[in-house]
């Protein structure tokens, strides 16, 4: 697909993007609109940088457009300030990406080593750039590994930072996603824009998760058989093997398990009490007990942290899906 097209540049850009960002664009598109994104990311890998540096200029440039042609429009009297938000977020610019979300925030669900073998070899600046934009307490243990001298060399382009250029961000973001797919071998998978989806599917609302699987699943059966064998939900509590299990829980406080677990099966939170140490079972089911109704955007948020622990610990290695393990839906 030739970047000429809108298609392939919003594909470059949604690449770019931390998951959890691609995850709320993606929300806002049609289940086709989403197979012909991921299908277009699938190919990005055998694209020349100078082809993809244009995508992501013409893209800023186009979104930008795009949200001052919605502003001048008939509608420009009866808008409203939340509605132009509303705007901004359908039509997220990559000029604005560094201002409110951490561009390289995929790579906290990488281990250290990994993280380190990925920057390593890079330019002292473009290491600047991620130190810049990532954790503080991360950027720390990270310039503390270098070797003297390239951490002298980095400290110093960091001090001399002064506008972080959008554009450069997003693509050394773009970059280092796919020097990351070959450490683990993504780049002979065919299935890659399957392996983005799952990813991304699993950090969306769980409303919105199951209202695309069903839709992509009338779309495209093969596509939603896929899918639903590598997206977590939280269900997938109940059949975690114990250990994966224990280090799952390991990762959550009862501030977020209570209301994820409150309303949930029976089964699932048996299993989960059945792993636990028994005093803080009880303080678990104590608190569950003391939130009594939980309102939908809590629960919500809560079970979509439960699941992105599992995510997290799965892209780390940690812990398998037990579906694709099994091969079952």
């Not at 244009?54 to 420009?76: M, P, T, V």
């Not at 979300?101 to 995929?106: D, H, K, M, N």
């Not at 299990?245 to 009862?254: A, E, N």
């Not at 809590?298 to 622990?309: C, H, L, N």
Request: charged share 25%; hydrophobic share 40%.
């Amino acid at each position: 697909m030739p970047l000429s097209s809108s298609l392939a540049r919003a594909a470059v850009v949604v690449n770019s993007l931390s998951t959890d960002y691609a995850a709320r664009v993606l929300s806002r598109l049609e289940p086709e609109e989403i197979q012909s994104v991921l299908g277009a990311i699938s190919n990005l890998k055998k694209l020349p940088r100078s082809e993809v540096m244009d995508s992501i200029n013409r893209f800023s440039k186009e979104a930008g457009s795009e949200i001052d042609l919605r502003k001048q429009s008939g509608r420009s009297g009866s808008t409203t300030r939340e509605s132009e938000t509303s705007d901004a977020l359908n039509y997220h610019s990559v000029s604005t990406v560094c201002e409110s979300e951490l561009p390289f925030a995929f790579l906290e669900a990488e281990s250290f080593e990994t993280r380190l073998r990925l920057l390593i070899d890079e330019h002292p600046r473009n290491i600047a750039l991620v130190l810049s934009c990532v954790e503080p307490e991360s950027a720390s243990d990270l310039i503390s590994a270098l070797d003297p001298a390239l951490r002298v060399s980095v400290l110093k382009r960091i001090c001399e930072l002064d506008e972080l250029d959008p554009e450069e961000i997003a693509y050394l973001g773009f970059e280092l996603k796919s020097r990351l797919e070959k450490f683990s071998g993504l780049e002979q998978d065919p299935t890659l824009g399957i392996d983005v989806a799952s990813r991304v599917l699993s950090g969306v609302d769980e409303t919105v998760q199951y209202s695309l699987l069903a839709e992509i699943d009338q779309a495209d059966p093969d596509m939603a058989r896929f899918l639903k064998n590598s997206v977590w939900v939280f269900e997938d509590l109940e059949v975690l093997k114990l250990d994966d299990l224990k280090l799952v829980l390991q990762q959550l406080d009862t501030s977020v398990l209570a209301p994820a677990l409150r309303n949930a099966k029976s089964s699932l939170q048996i299993r989960v009490f059945d792993v636990m140490a028994e005093k803080p079972a009880k303080l678990l089911a104590t608190e569950i007990d003391q939130i009594g109704t939980v309102d939908h955007s809590r629960q919500g948020s809560a079970r979509k942290s439960v699941v992105q622990a599992m995510l997290n610990l799965s892209r780390s290695g940690k812990i398998t899906s037990p579906k694709q393990a099994t091969g079952t839906l």
